[in-house]
């Protein structure tokens, strides 16, 4: 699997995440998606991205599990 769909799957589900529990739980949970919103536009600018930058740490290269 590559980086690019195990960062949309990690982001995609923490946004749907912090929106259900603030609309079910606590409305403080809407910082989650605002704040992954912030870090969006942050790494449309800088490059950087810590989900990125974590991947690279525990999957170096390609995120392959070694089958072809």
């Known amino acids: 699997m590559s980086k690019r769909k195990i960062h949309d799957g990690i ?14 739980l606590n409305p403080l949970w809407l910082l989650l998606p605002g704040i992954i919103g ?8 800088t490059g950087f991205c810590p989900v990125y930058y974590t991947l690279d740490k525990f999957c170096p290269g390609d995120c392959n599990s070694g089958n072809a």
């Open 38 to 45: 912030v870090a969006l536009l942050q790494s449309a600018f």
């Open 11 to 24: 982001v995609g589900a923490l946004v749907t995440l912090g929106v259900l529990l603030g609309f079910y």
